[in-house]
């Protein structure tokens, strides 16, 4: 099984916290897309022929592109790889972009998963991020796409903003419960660098991020998970009747895919590579038949941390079987006297392998790092 | 020897020593404009960028005056307050001084203090004026300070540029017309001066001199007066850019020796240089063993890396005899050195080249001075205390003795009043105040050498915007009110941490320093209680709260080779701490409390 990935790098405007590469500039639009649809014929063989079980469009805002831009390039995708029979397709949308003509564009299209960056639905919050909707388009394109007839949706919701108080906090997990979806992603708001909110900071202009209140949220999503019926299956995911994130949950599967666009990540169990943060230089190179790119070979000591990285961030774990057809046997050694020493508190050792219960996920990078190589 | 003319330079740190020497070396062809790029006076990258002179070195020119041939041998000194002794033998082996004096900034009081000393061994001073193309350069003001300072007439004073070579020719007239030409006897027996000493791994110590009286020939067998040791002359010669071989070298010169030395420790900065077959009388006056002001602990951050750490002293050693080291354990830290430095900045260089040329990751411990501790019971016999870890127990200890200093200021008069709030704090009196000009004063000061050794020069600094200059000289102990505070993490002692500190101020201290502990030492598992406490009694209490996040929540979009970078980053960086107890601790945390302000 194999995955695509494919980044439409554009945006109506920044969101403060955000880092992913995009930009707000729209001109290069249509070049963007052809140079996509060229990139697919160029990597044809990259996935060697494995079955297609994901097709992913991320951004930026996929949901900026029209039913035919969309069409062109999913046709492109069907034109070029093989397709499981079952895939998921699935598209990452801001509210304000879904209407409810998009929506059945997006139906039309076999789109069969909506990922709606909801972040909110407080408007507060949606102002000091710097989103382009508000509270009520929130909800509302929500039930217009349950209307349209998609089931498969996940909406993303951060906590621990300086402008979010536990209480608005539990009444945004409220309103998400009470709209019945399947899925949920929510992320801890993490400061990255030159962003709005970094600058932000740095002049004083907003408080620093209170890693306390952040843990207390965590906590309150915790509770109101269990008391739903949903369970986490990732650090930032949670979903009921096992409607996981087939996509995302490759990543962490040592799963192959193929990032197609400015920015996009592949991976072939053997390499990792990543194009150009930069639209014009993507354009330049798919022109000239020379991709611009850059790749990593991975060691074997690379593929441990990755696996340990992926694996831990996961309610599966670390699976000794995968342990032993990945790695070497002192690799296999190594893990063990790690896993001991690590505090018992931390991980749960099961017959199978080992996991972080997810009370303590929130402190997961501290074993990832103990059970590494020196 | 009548051709001979042996002079240094005393100037201010950033007045422009090593940019007019450059000068001088140039104007000579001593060295070329090539070699100048490649090589300067300061050979250790360290000193380069610092811009100060760790150790002193000398060059031989040839310059022609008149027709005749001239020697004129540039003894350099080194440029900081921690090294004045080595200062003081570089001036005793010359016959006249370059004053050279930032036609900006006017005198410092390193300057002063250095000019004393040359004054005091006779030297003929020549004044210069340089920065003279600075654009905030006040000429005539700082003429008057000169005139003021050294009562020469302002026509004697020269003025010259480092950066575009003006006044260089001037400077080398002067050198030759004005310094007298060294005296002494050459048909005396041997007699010479030694006043540095530098490390070559391929040849050993090669040990710079002056001689004052007689000659060295090749092939002699040696003595240093002061160590009683003896050596076999292997080869003699004088300190061209390279190192040049002679046969002799005879009175009134500078030259080095080769003689199988293989440390620096067996070379006194300060010792006579004689013959075994044909002794001087006496030795020359002025030698002191230079004792280490400033005491800390060097501790491996990795237990494992002790005898590295041990090598890597002992190396540094071969090349700086005034560092000195003892093994010590300490219970947070294991295995490490005591070590004793002549000041503050010789321990940050030691830190910094352990860390540079040995790729050594160390911490080192809150410096401190050397104390006298007297017991109940033998109330005269002094005991040295170079670890306040070692300090008697209350219970049986009679009495405290600390060092104390003279400390000389000069600053403006602006910001006289906060200079002296600063150094009362820090238990200073006040002993002088002089108006050198209207706006330029001197303050001089004694004040315990501890106080110096926490966070004056960074106070001082920033209290006089930079306009002010410090030198220092020990006058002996004083009795103290002296306490011993120690440090606890979760309850536990960690005795790298403690100090010595005075009674009234350990409320104070002890606050400030687990505040400043609460922001260095990260969050981590469990809660940290910092507490600061003077026997059983705790003075001040911190927590560093528990960890709640120590995840990148953001792995999406399949980018993993960022999230295994930024994991590495860490990885690495908790290798710099030291685990106490359960406790991880950084590095610095360890010099906390000399940064309490920051």
Not at chain 2, 86 to 94: F, G, L, P, T, Y
Not at chain 2, 123 to 142: F, G, Q, W, Y
Request: some cysteine.
């Amino acid at each position: 099984m194999a995955g695509i990935y494919i980044h439409i790098p554009f945006c109506k405007q920044a969101c403060s916290y955000c880092d992913f590469h995009f930009s707000t500039n729209l001109k290069n639009r249509s070049r963007i897309i052809e140079s996509i649809i060229q990139e697919m014929i160029m990597r044809q063989n990259y996935l060697e022929e494995e079955p297609i079980e994901t097709i992913y469009f991320g951004g930026g805002t996929p949901s900026l592109l029209t039913k035919k831009e969309l069409d062109v390039v999913l046709n492109q995708v069907y034109k070029t790889f093989p397709i499981a029979k079952e895939v998921e397709v699935c598209l990452e949308a801001n509210p304000d972009d879904l209407n409810k003509q998009k929506l059945i564009d997006l139906n039309d299209l076999e789109i069969n998963r909506l990922s709606i960056g909801v972040q909110s639905f407080h408007n507060e919050d949606l102002i000091f991020m710097n989103r382009a909707h508000n509270s009520d388009e929130a909800k509302t394109c929500i039930k217009t796409a349950q209307d349209v007839g998609f089931k498969n949706i996940s909406i993303d919701l951060i906590f621990g903003s300086q402008t979010t108080s536990n209480q608005m906090w539990e009444e945004n997990l409220n309103v998400f419960f009470s709209l019945d979806i399947p899925h949920l992603s929510s992320y801890s708001l993490t400061l990255e660098e030159k962003t709005k909110l970094d600058y932000l900071i740095k002049t004083g202009k907003a408080n620093k991020l209170d890693e306390d209140k952040n843990f207390q949220q965590y906590l309150i999503l915790q509770d109101s998970i269990d008391n739903n019926g949903f369970e986490q299956y990732e650090l930032s995911n949670y979903c009921k009747n096992q409607a996981i994130s087939k996509h995302n949950t490759s990543y962490w599967s040592h799963v192959k895919y193929l990032g197609l666009g400015p920015s996009a990540h592949s991976f072939n169990l053997k390499e990792r590579q990543w194009n150009v943060s930069n639209n014009s230089l993507y354009i330049k190179g798919i022109a000239e038949n020379n991709l611009a790119f850059e790749k990593e070979l991975l060691s074997e000591r690379d593929r441990y941390h990755d696996y340990l990285i992926t694996r831990l961030r996961t309610k599966w774990g670390i699976l000794y079987k995968d342990l032993e057809t990945l790695f070497s046997k002192q690799l296999i050694e190594h893990f063990k006297n790690k896993s001991n020493l690590i505090n018992p508190e931390l991980v749960k050792k099961e017959s199978s392998g080992i996991k972080i219960p997810r009370q303590h996920l929130f402190q997961s990078d501290e074993v990832i790092r103990s059970l590494w190589l020196d | 020897m009548d051709n001979i003319r042996n002079f240094c330079i005393i100037a201010h740190i950033d007045h422009g020593k090593s940019t007019l020497a450059d000068r001088l070396l140039e104007k000579t062809a001593t060295i070329t404009m090539r070699e100048l790029q490649a090589q300067t006076l300061d050979d250790m990258d360290l000193e380069r960028e610092r811009g100060i002179t760790i150790k002193s070195h000398a060059i031989q020119m040839k310059y022609m005056h008149e027709g005749i041939p001239h020697i004129l041998n540039l003894i350099d000194t080194p440029g900081h307050v921690d090294f004045s002794y080595e200062v003081s033998r570089s001036i005793a082996a010359c016959e006249g001084a370059l004053l050279i004096v930032d036609a900006a900034q006017g005198i410092q009081a390193q300057t002063i203090s250095n000019l004393y000393l040359a004054l005091e061994h006779d030297l003929e001073i020549i004044p210069v004026l340089n920065k003279i193309d600075l654009p905030s350069a006040m000429p005539e003001e700082v003429k008057d300070q000169i005139v003021d300072l050294i009562g020469c007439n302002r026509e004697d004073i020269l003025s010259a540029s480092g950066k575009t070579g003006e006044g260089i020719a001037e400077i080398l007239e002067a050198i030759v017309q004005r310094i007298p030409a060294p005296v002494g006897d050459p048909s005396a027996p041997l007699q010479a001066l030694v006043f540095d000493s530098v490390f070559d791994s391929y040849r050993g110590i090669f040990a710079y001199y002056k001689v004052i009286n007689g000659e060295i020939k090749k092939g002699e067998k040696v003595k240093f007066v002061n160590t009683g040791k003896e050596y076999f002359a292997d080869e003699v010669g004088v300190l061209k850019l390279k190192k040049e071989a002679r046969d002799s070298v005879k009175t009134g010169d500078v030259g080095y020796i080769i003689s199988g030395i293989k440390s620096a420790k067996e070379v006194k900065v300060g010792d006579t240089l004689t013959t075994v077959a044909n002794p001087c009388k006496e030795a020359i006056q002025g030698f002191e063993v230079v004792k280490p002001m400033v005491f800390a602990g060097i501790y491996p951050v990795d237990t494992e890396e002790y005898e590295e750490l041990r090598e890597a002293m002992e190396k540094l050693q071969l090349n700086d005899a005034s560092l000195t080291f003892e093994p010590e354990s300490s219970a947070a830290l294991g295995f490490g050195f005591r070590c004793g430095f002549l000041g503050m900045l010789h321990m940050e260089i030691i830190q910094e080249r352990l860390e540079r040329e040995f790729d050594m990751t160390v911490i080192t411990t809150v410096p401190n001075v050397s104390y006298y501790a007297y017991l109940n019971k033998t109330p005269d016999v002094p005991i040295l205390i170079n670890n306040p870890s070692d300090l008697p127990e209350v219970t049986i200890l009679n009495k405290v003795e600390e060092p104390y200093i003279k400390a000389q200021i000069i600053t403006k008069s602006d910001y006289v009043g906060s200079i002296m709030n600063l150094c009362i704090e820090k238990r200073g009196e006040l002993l002088n105040q002089i108006y050198l000009t209207t706006d330029r004063v001197e303050l001089v000061f004694h004040m315990p050498l501890a106080e110096i050794v926490f966070d004056f020069y960074d106070k001082l600094k920033t209290i006089s915007r930079g306009y002010a200059s410090f030198d220092y000289h020990p006058i002996g102990y004083k009795e103290s009110k002296l306490v011993k505070m120690d440090l606890l993490l979760n309850g536990d002692q960690v005795d790298a941490l403690s100090a010595l500190i005075h009674k009234d101020k350990a409320y104070d201290l002890g606050k400030r320093i687990c505040l400043k502990l609460r922001e260095l030492i990260p969050r981590q598992q469990f809660e940290i209680a910092i507490q600061a406490a003077i026997g059983a009694k705790i003075i001040a209490r911190e927590n560093v709260k528990a960890l709640r996040k120590d995840v990148t929540a953001k792995c999406y979009g399949g980018d993993i080779s960022r999230k295994r970078k930024l994991l590495e980053k860490q990885k690495k960086g908790k290798k710099r701490m030291r685990q106490i107890g359960n406790v991880e601790v950084p590095q610095n945390a360890f010099m906390a409390v000399l940064k309490l302000d920051d």
